[in-house]
């Protein structure tokens, strides 16, 4: 902020000698004053609404890693057979019995393969070959793609099975990144399993609303505010 402020008296003072020494009249003088200040202003009023954009988005980073650090926990509980589908049912309707709108839980088979198939898809990462598709994916599962589709008729579309897969890849590289904010940006879409950079910032944007670099920005300046703490 000193800075700016020295900046803008440097500014303010230039334009008063460059009017002396140029012999202007005291009109022509404040004209060129005048159009100074504005765009001092202009510059200030830029700045301002720059420092308020960083603080939302490292609000929406704070929130970001707390979700990501949650469902790892939930996804880990899950893969390592910690709670029975039983019980991880029993979690789940405690936690949505007090709104009465909500859904009933499902109890079926095909809720219980989801729940296991996010949570081993999360852990082993084979999402991260750009191959990896609908068919790959019951493959992985251990079933044909008749089955899958049965199991998961939200995933019978090839394209909305992709959208699922492209949001893991977002994801791993939200945590990436997060860990190493000076990782590469042209390494991560391969690195994820993007089969290009077009289509990781379009997934990454989607799905946490903010380009990766921007996120890397937001992090860096994080961290750093953390450091000088």
């Known amino acids: 902020m000193r800075k700016r402020t020295a900046v803008t008296t440097s500014l303010l003072l230039l334009a008063t000698s460059f009017c002396h020494a140029s ?67 029993e979690v789940m309707k405690k936690s949505r019995s007090k709104s009465k709108a909500a859904k009933a839980v499902q109890t079926d088979g095909s809720q219980a393969f989801y729940v296991k198939m996010d949570a081993r898809v999360n852990k082993e990462k084979p999402f991260t070959n750009p191959d990896f598709n609908q068919q790959a994916l019951a493959d992985f599962m251990e079933v044909d793609l008749e089955t899958f589709c049965q199991l998961v008729p939200r ?24 860990e190493h904010s000076d990782c590469s940006m042209d390494e991560m879409p391969s690195k994820c399993g993007f089969s290009n950079s077009a289509a990781f910032n379009s997934a990454f944007k989607f799905a946490f609303g903010i380009t990766p670099t921007d996120y890397v920005h937001s992090m860096s300046s994080m961290f750093k505010k953390k450091a000088v703490l």
């Open 155 to 178: 995933y019978k579309d090839p394209d909305r099975t992709l959208d699922y897969i492209n949001s893991l890849r977002a994801e791993y590289a939200a945590k990436i990144l997060m």
């Open 23 to 89: 012999a202007l009249t005291l009109a022509e003088a404040d004209s060129i004053i005048w159009v100074l200040v504005i765009v001092v202003i202009g510059l200030l009023v830029l700045v301002g609404f720059g420092i308020h954009y960083n603080r939302v988005i490292s609000r929406r980073n704070q929130q970001l890693i707390r979700i990501l650090n949650a469902l790892d926990d939930y996804r880990a509980i899950v893969a390592n057979g910690a709670l029975t589908l039983d019980e991880q049912e």
